[in-house]
């Protein structure tokens, strides 16, 4: 896939949250399980419901109860992200798995799934600063704030898009590698974490 049909992919997914714009709503991936779109769509799902969250949370008048409970939802919500961002590193190990690399090549500040992973937020920050832009009831003033900042969004989105096409190209030409660090999360886990360990 080229980076303007991952955009689509990501542009669905929010397209399709949006229908319903509820947390709760159940996802209903319209890709086949076991292909690349799939997992790009249940990505950027993730994250879409996740923005949201971080929304309600912010709500000044939230209930503290309810509030916790958004917290721990939100703790895994990030841990799924993080599990599907690895899950797509593993589908682009598998491509480069016989490429010759130069002796030369480099490696990359980021894997191509966590370039994504950036891709996937702009992509929801580009449709509600767009929805912002849109509003009836905000001020010329507001609106025009929004549309400067909608402007450098779709700048920031044509400037990462090339780096990761760059960034892809290079790693078939075999002139940069990919290499694999998983996320330790050390306070998800409770044997590392020691508020967790001690409680034992």
Not at 91 to 107: R, S, W
Not at 166 to 185: C, P
Request: glycine content about 0%.
């Amino acid at each position: 896939m080229n980076i303007k049909e991952i955009i689509e992919v990501f542009r669905k997914s929010i397209y399709d949250y949006h229908k319903f714009d509820n947390v709760d709503y159940p996802i209903n991936n319209p890709y086949a399980r076991d292909t690349y779109e799939h997992l790009l769509y249940h990505k950027n799902w993730i994250d879409a419901v996740q923005w949201h969250l971080e929304d309600i949370i912010r709500d000044p008048q939230i209930n503290p109860v309810e509030a916790l409970s958004l917290k721990r939802r939100i703790d895994k919500s990030n841990q799924d992200r993080t599990d599907m961002v690895e899950h797509i590193d593993d589908y682009y190990l598998q491509m480069f798995v016989d490429v010759k690399i130069a002796n030369d090549a480099t490696i990359n500040t980021e894997s191509p799934a966590w370039a994504l992973d950036r891709l996937s937020i702009l992509e929801l920050k580009i449709y509600h600063m767009n929805e912002e832009v849109k509003r009836k009831d905000a001020s010329a003033e507001h609106v025009q704030k929004c549309k400067f900042k909608l402007d450098i969004l779709l700048e920031q989105e044509k400037d990462l898009s090339s780096a990761i096409e760059q960034l892809l190209e290079d790693m078939t030409n075999g002139r940069k590698y990919m290499k694999v660090y998983r996320q330790m999360k050390m306070y998800n886990d409770p044997n590392l974490n020691p508020i967790l360990y001690e409680r034992k």
